[in-house]
């Protein structure tokens, strides 16, 4: 695998990138209380700064039913909502007691919703249409780490600095259960489009599993 490209983007570190869908753009987010666009067909020139958080932006991700947003998560306490031709948000999202980690957008069905996971040890879904606030989960006993709306599968997956991974029904909002493998804290979860498997990054090491199993399909 070669280089293609190496550039400093901002004056802090970098916490979070996201590809879009379709167009030539990467978003970046930062330390910097900043996330900016980049066109890697115009030698990754930067194309719009987006301006609006007060502290580190941890992670960015696009709206795939409508590609020209995105959402934003940030240890502000806040997720703000953009458009890719504005540098101001559109819209913020403010309900969570400390900061924000993480967020995705619901992609298996018609509902506008995106979740977040905050330092407060909860998880929060949303209605972007409405900004309105659809359901608090509690359980994780640390900072939500990571959080993911499986688009196959009726689920919610949340990982926690408490070293659990919860598996959560999107419908009900019901736990269904808690995984923990003694591998100390959760930093990522993702998915197996096509199957039931997912996949979990510990600070001792990654592991996949099929749901409905609990012994680990490969470890590492």
């Known amino acids: 695998m070669d280089k293609v490209k190496e550039f400093e983007g901002h004056s802090d570190y970098i916490r979070s990138v996201a590809v879009h869908p379709t167009l030539p753009y990467v978003l970046s987010a930062s330390d910097d209380m900043l996330i900016k666009l980049w066109d890697w067909e115009k030698d990754w020139i930067c194309t719009q700064i987006f301006e609006g958080h007060s502290h580190y932006v941890m992670q960015v991700t696009f709206n ?3 590609t020209n947003t995105f959402a934003s998560a940030s240890l502000d306490r806040t997720a703000k909502i953009w458009n890719l031709g504005s540098p101001d948000p559109n819209f913020t999202l403010d309900g969570h007691l400390k900061g924000l980690n993480c967020v995705d957008y619901f992609t298996g069905g018609d509902k506008p919703y995106l979740i977040t996971g905050s330092d407060d040890n909860t998880v929060k879904v949303w209605d972007y249409e409405t900004r309105e606030c659809v359901q608090t989960l509690e359980g994780h006993t ?4 990571s959080v993911c709306f499986h688009p196959e599968l009726s689920i919610i997956i949340t990982g926690s600095e408490d070293g659990s991974v919860r598996i959560w029904d999107s419908t009900t909002y019901m736990s ?9 804290r959760v930093w990522a979860v ?6 039931k498997r997912i996949v979990i990054a510990y600070d001792e090491g990654s592991i996949m599993i099929k749901l409905g199993r609990q012994e680990p399909v490969t470890e590492e």
């Open 64 to 66: 795939l039913k409508d």
């Open 142 to 145: 640390h900072n939500v780490t």
């Open 190 to 195: 993702g998915y197996i489009i096509g199957s």
């Open 176 to 184: 269904e259960e808690t995984l923990n493998y003694g591998l100390e």
